[in-house]
């Protein structure tokens, strides 16, 4: 065998910050910050406070792989630490902050996180956690000393400024396997307990590069990029990283994600792309279009996490000449797996000859593969009208979840070939464009947030009148998806919707409350005795919800 002859260079996260310092050192980063002001900076002053930032993680002595919790919006300092945790060979761990207090102390003991930092909106949640999370040896709050919390019953809390101001930048970013793990994120979005999906550096500067690319996110040194979507959500699609890979000016919106807050944000800083739920967009048209404004800069924006509706494609399309690129991925997947950009042929083509293909999820962005199979396994044709299980693979694909929870996740094809069931199920067109038309696995997704049908059935089932509880997806205008609970009382027992759901009052959090309770005499159930939720959202697709 013949080996090239080419440079082994480990792909590593800090080479992404090394070369945006070296040859886009003056592009800015622009923050809105908790405290309410704008703050900016560029990419050499980042790249300088992540260089102090890992001296303060050796000084906290932090090892390799031990891993740094972050519960935080979007934001510059947040952006530090995604170089500063990883590139030292630490795990970036972020948190959903969304998630019920008790939900955040599980994950942080299952991750056995080491120092969790925090922006000031989230202390009260650590001050109700701190007490149960068995592994942190610190908690950071992120911002100077002036704006320190005076009095708080969080034991060792440390001030971020402090850390940096007390740090040199001399920091030579070590060099290391490119294997190594660099990042995680949790996900509900399967059955049963939160799961980590364990990020490596190879998986993430690989992704980094294809979600650059111009059928991809098409991004670019002459791009002004505004990440709606929450850095604590599969690192914000990524943008954390294709900002400095390309040179682009990044803006970063903080806790303010209204539609008012966000659109002058986007007028301020000329921002040109940006990148959140159906959810987020909703909030940003409703207020462009109340108030009779225009985007001056806007070219384009991507949308994913939920299916884009229809009729918010064409909106921006028709109203306000800002393509919409639909994307399609996951957390095990980094998250990045179709985008919807247009072939050649389709240039051709009247607007209304071409939006049928654009509602759809999109193509395979390369190096990601994907099959539909029908239930023997079996291959289905890509003729956009058969649908079945779709199965991805590539290298920024979940191998196994974090302590090989769940088992191994992934199926083989008669090659040996193995495969990560996404658990959505989908149709795929002739010319590959992908369309998910369903979901085989038991989550409800609302505004682009998991919640787990098995916990809120488990607590219902803790009710004593309750003698079975199915909680399956209604549909929502606003938040795409929001639970709805199908209950067998127990024979003879009352029990009032009102208080069912008063019953889930600080058991979670109170956006994952169902916001309905549907009494029914039986639930259907499969051979084995398990409950068949495809027939009951059958059975309840026209359900209207309290508040739709
Ligand atoms: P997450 O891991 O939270 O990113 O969620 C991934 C899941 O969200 C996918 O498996 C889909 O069920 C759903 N999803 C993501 N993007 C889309 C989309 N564009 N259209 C429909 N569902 C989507």
Same mark, same amino acid.
Request: aromatic share 8%.
């Given at each position: 065998?013949?080996?090239?002859?080419?440079?082994?260079m480990?792909?590593?996260?800090?080479s =992404?910050?090394?070369?945006a310092?070296?040859?886009?050192?003056d592009?800015?980063?622009?923050?809105?910050?908790?405290?309410?002001?704008?703050h900016?900076?560029?990419?050499?002053d980042?790249?300088?406070?992540?260089?102090? &930032?890992?001296?303060?993680?050796?000084?906290? *002595?932090?090892? =390799?792989?031990?891993?740094?919790a972050?519960?935080?919006?979007?934001g510059?300092r947040?952006m530090?630490l995604?170089?500063a945790? @990883?590139?030292?060979?630490?795990? =970036?761990?972020?948190?959903?902050?969304? %998630?019920?207090?008790?939900?955040?102390?599980?994950?942080a003991?299952?991750?056995?996180d080491?120092?969790?930092?925090? *922006? %000031?909106?989230?202390?009260?949640i650590?001050?109700?956690?701190a007490?149960?999370?068995?592994?942190?040896?610190?908690?950071?709050a992120?911002?100077?000393?002036?704006?320190?919390?005076?009095?708080?019953?969080?034991?060792?809390l440390?001030?971020?400024?402090? %850390?940096?101001?007390?740090?040199?930048?001399?920091?030579?970013?070590?060099?290391?396997?490119?294997n190594?793990?660099?990042?995680?994120?949790?996900?509900?979005? #399967?059955?049963?307990?939160?799961?980590?999906?364990?990020?490596?550096?190879?998986?993430?500067i690989l992704?980094?590069?294809?979600?650059?690319?111009?059928?991809?996110?098409?991004?670019?040194?002459?791009?002004v990029?505004?990440?709606?979507?929450?850095?604590?959500?599969?690192n914000?699609?990524?943008l954390?990283?294709?900002a400095?890979?390309?040179g682009?000016?990044?803006? &970063?919106?903080?806790?303010?994600?209204?539609?008012k807050?966000?659109?002058?944000?986007?007028?301020?800083?000329?921002?040109?792309?940006?990148?959140?739920v159906?959810?987020?967009?909703?909030? %940003?048209?409703?207020?462009?279009?109340?108030?009779?404004?225009?985007?001056?800069?806007?070219?384009?924006?991507?949308?994913?996490? @939920?299916?884009?509706?229809?009729?918010m494609?064409r #909106?921006?399309?028709?109203?306000y000449?800002?393509?919409?690129?639909?994307a399609?991925?996951?957390t095990e997947? @980094?998250?990045l797996?179709?985008a919807?950009t247009?072939?050649?042929?389709?240039?051709?083509?009247?607007?209304?000859?071409?939006?049928? #293909?654009?509602?759809?999820?999109?193509?395979?962005?390369?190096?990601v593969?994907?099959?539909?199979?029908?239930d023997?396994?079996? *291959?289905?044709?890509?003729?956009?009208k058969?649908?079945?299980?779709?199965?991805?693979?590539?290298?920024?694909?979940?191998?196994?979840?974090?302590?090989?929870?769940g088992?191994?996740?992934?199926?083989?094809d008669?090659?040996?070939r #193995?495969?990560?069931?996404t658990g959505?199920v989908s149709?795929?067109?002739?010319d590959?464009?992908?369309?998910?038309?369903?979901?085989?696995?038991?989550?409800?997704?609302?505004?682009?947030?998991?919640? @787990?049908?098995?916990?809120?059935?488990?607590i219902?089932?803790?009710h004593p009148?309750?003698a079975m509880?199915a909680?399956?997806?209604?549909?929502?205008?606003?938040?795409?998806?929001?639970?709805?609970?199908?209950?067998v009382?127990?024979?003879?027992?009352?029990?009032t919707?009102e208080?069912?759901?008063?019953?889930?009052e600080?058991?979670?959090?109170?956006?994952q409350?169902?916001?309905?309770?549907?009494?029914?005499?039986?639930i259907?159930l499969?051979?084995t005795?398990?409950? =068949?939720?495809?027939?009951?959202?059958?059975?309840?697709? *026209?359900y209207?919800?309290?508040t739709?």
């Amino acid at each position: 065998m013949l080996h090239g002859l080419m440079m082994q260079m480990p792909l590593a996260i800090s080479s =992404l910050i090394r070369h945006a310092d070296r040859h886009h050192g003056d592009a800015e980063i622009v923050s809105r910050r908790v405290e309410g002001d704008i703050h900016r900076y560029n990419y050499r002053d980042l790249h300088r406070r992540a260089r102090q &930032m890992a001296n303060a993680l050796k000084g906290l *002595d932090v090892k =390799l792989s031990d891993r740094i919790a972050t519960l935080a919006w979007n934001g510059y300092r947040h952006m530090e630490l995604y170089f500063a945790v @990883s590139g030292s060979g630490a795990v =970036l761990h972020t948190i959903n902050p969304r %998630l019920h207090a008790e939900q955040i102390a599980w994950i942080a003991n299952h991750a056995e996180d080491s120092y969790l930092f925090f *922006d %000031l909106t989230f202390l009260p949640i650590i001050e109700a956690i701190a007490g149960h999370c068995r592994t942190i040896k610190g908690y950071v709050a992120m911002v100077d000393r002036a704006k320190m919390p005076a009095q708080s019953k969080v034991p060792n809390l440390i001030c971020y400024e402090d %850390l940096i101001d007390s740090h040199s930048d001399r920091y030579d970013w070590p060099e290391f396997d490119e294997n190594l793990a660099s990042s995680m994120c949790y996900t509900s979005g #399967t059955t049963g307990s939160p799961k980590g999906v364990l990020y490596s550096h190879r998986s993430t500067i690989l992704h980094t590069y294809a979600a650059a690319l111009p059928d991809a996110l098409n991004l670019s040194a002459r791009d002004v990029i505004l990440p709606v979507v929450p850095m604590f959500h599969v690192n914000a699609w990524g943008l954390p990283y294709v900002a400095p890979m390309v040179g682009a000016k990044i803006v &970063m919106p903080g806790p303010n994600l209204d539609g008012k807050s966000l659109y002058e944000l986007f007028e301020a800083e000329k921002v040109t792309c940006s990148a959140g739920v159906p959810t987020v967009w909703q909030g %940003l048209l409703a207020h462009v279009e109340a108030n009779n404004l225009r985007f001056s800069t806007m070219k384009r924006t991507v949308i994913g996490g @939920s299916a884009c509706p229809p009729a918010m494609l064409r #909106t921006f399309e028709e109203k306000y000449g800002v393509q919409v690129l639909h994307a399609w991925g996951m957390t095990e997947m @980094s998250p990045l797996g179709t985008a919807c950009t247009l072939k050649e042929k389709h240039m051709h083509m009247s607007p209304e000859q071409r939006y049928p #293909t654009q509602y759809k999820q999109g193509r395979v962005i390369y190096g990601v593969d994907m099959r539909i199979v029908g239930d023997d396994g079996g *291959d289905l044709p890509w003729d956009g009208k058969a649908f079945g299980d779709l199965l991805v693979r590539g290298p920024w694909v979940l191998r196994q979840y974090y302590k090989g929870e769940g088992g191994d996740p992934l199926v083989k094809d008669a090659e040996g070939r #193995t495969w990560f069931p996404t658990g959505d199920v989908s149709t795929i067109d002739p010319d590959g464009y992908m369309q998910i038309t369903d979901r085989s696995k038991d989550v409800i997704k609302s505004g682009g947030e998991w919640i @787990s049908s098995i916990d809120i059935e488990n607590i219902a089932m803790s009710h004593p009148a309750v003698a079975m509880a199915a909680c399956i997806a209604a549909k929502h205008p606003k938040w795409d998806e929001r639970p709805l609970l199908v209950v067998v009382r127990k024979p003879n027992a009352e029990l009032t919707r009102e208080q069912l759901l008063a019953h889930f009052e600080g058991k979670v959090a109170k956006w994952q409350i169902p916001d309905d309770v549907a009494f029914v005499e039986s639930i259907p159930l499969g051979a084995t005795g398990k409950m =068949l939720k495809a027939k009951l959202r059958e059975q309840f697709k *026209d359900y209207k919800l309290p508040t739709a």
